[in-house]
């Protein structure tokens, strides 16, 4: 693969695939570091585990002298079981495509426990690994925590649950708040300052709720009404009757309406809406990350609807190469395999006693990658520059771009 010259910082010359399409960037230190890279948000779904299998004896990957560890379920039965096979397919990827790495990488089985997980966790320490990459599920990960940070350990995991994040515990992860939040900021600024919403009566949907709560209160608008439903087709319809009667007429009180829930609930809740009056060319819907689905498009309800997501243009970028090489289509969270080896490998090359502390994790600036730019937060969550979607019936269409930088970024 023919390799181009990038100047970085002090001088050093790091090189990178010349057909790189996107760089991964530590854009705190002004270093462009080697790596290509290039949308529907991880939910929850890893059903049918079932019994898992043994455990499985892998391979390390790569020979550098920097050891970081790959913690998945390889062993776990049903969805667990194939997701992680990609994430470590994608893991492969970037070790690819990124020249010359200074990792090497040891994937160790959770079989998808906490107990595996811990005993994975042990071995890797153990074995002199520097920087722990998963686990997958929130148990997991509360049980690895625990025990990376007495060993002095960072971890950049792949769950969802905000709960296990913490001090050396990062989640790269789909967190349901930035989407939320950015799309208020951007429908603030097209006028819309009254806002209702229409959420599951869940712990997903109460975070919801305080989300939109803030960031429309920090905006100077308005919440005017708040309806939660129970997940049922009945259940939804009485929601969406009570939310009428504020958000429907020539004169709404309303000018935009919150409905963050995936497709299967938009099916029923986007036509209770329209059916008892609201107009969508006079209240506009808002979504989330589950809205970046191909299923949104095909609600005629839906249509001209806005969400915030991760620009398509990574992710297809990453697909045909995933598909290239092993030839499957990924499931939507390989990118976060990807993104974390990748930013492992960028961060090698700094001094042994800074490259994975929490002082380089947590730089304010953050990192480019597949899906955009992310930073750690000191609390171990994470934040993402994402553009702005209008629902069409053939896909999201980008309506704003993904920012660039984290600067004068009002999150």
């Known amino acids: ?56 004896n892998l391979e390390a990957i790569g020979s550098g002298s920097v050891k970081v560890a790959l913690l998945l379920p390889m062993s776990a039965a049903g969805n667990a079981g194939a997701t992680a ?10 070790l690819f495509e990124f020249n010359n790495p200074e990792i090497v990488l040891i994937p160790k089985d959770t079989r998808g426990t906490a107990a595996g997980a811990t005993a994975a966790a042990q071995q ?7 920087l722990i990459i998963g686990p997958l599920f929130a148990q997991s990960v509360a049980a690895v925590g625990t025990l990376a940070r007495n060993a002095n350990v960072s971890v950049v995991a792949f769950s969802t649950d905000s709960n296990v994040a913490g001090r050396g515990v990062y989640l790269l992860s789909f967190l349901p708040n930035d989407d939320i939040a950015q799309i208020v900021e951007y429908a603030v600024g097209q006028g819309k300052t009254s806002f209702a919403a229409l959420l599951p009566q869940d712990a997903y949907g109460t975070l919801a709720e305080g989300v939109l709560r803030q960031a429309v209160a920090q905006y100077r608008g ?27 007429g020539p004169r709404p009180t309303v000018s935009a309406i919150l409905m ?25 819907f808002l979504g989330s990350g589950q809205w970046d689905d191909p299923q949104i498009g095909a609600e005629p309800a839906l249509v001209g609807g806005w969400y915030a997501a991760p620009d398509p243009a990574g992710w297809q970028d990453f697909v045909g190469r995933y598909q290239a090489n092993y030839g499957t289509t990924p499931p939507r969270i390989a990118t976060l395999a990807y993104d974390a080896v990748s930013l492992a490998a960028a961060l090698a090359r700094q001094p042994p006693d800074q490259r994975y502390s929490a002082e380089m ?29 209008e629902v069409q019936s053939g896909g999201g269409r980008v309506i704003r771009p993904a920012p660039k930088s984290f600067a004068n970024r009002g999150f």
């Open 124 to 130: 890797a320490i153990a074995e002199g690994a520097e």
């Open 260 to 284: 963050p829930d995936g497709p299967s609930a938009l099916r029923s809740l986007a036509p209770a809406l329209t059916a008892g009056g609201v107009d969508p060319n006079r209240v506009k």
């Open 361 to 389: 994790l947590t730089n304010s600036s953050g990192f480019s990658g597949v899906d955009g730019i992310f930073r750690f937060q000191p609390n171990g969550l994470n934040q993402r520059g994402l553009a702005i979607l």
């Open 1 to 56: 693969m023919r390799q181009t010259g990038i100047a970085a910082a002090g001088g050093t010359v790091i090189a990178r695939p010349a057909r790189a399409v996107l760089r991964f960037v530590v854009l705190s230190v002004g270093i462009v570091l080697a790596g290509c890279s290039g949308g529907n948000f991880l939910g929850g779904g890893f059903g049918g585990f079932g019994q898992s299998q043994p455990a499985q």
């Open 85 to 94: 096979t990609a994430l470590k397919q994608a893991a492969e990827l970037a």
């Open 222 to 248: 308005q919440v005017a009404a708040v309806e939660r439903y129970a997940p049922d087709a009945q259940a939804m319809a009485e929601s969406a009757r009570r939310l009428n009667q504020v958000a429907s």
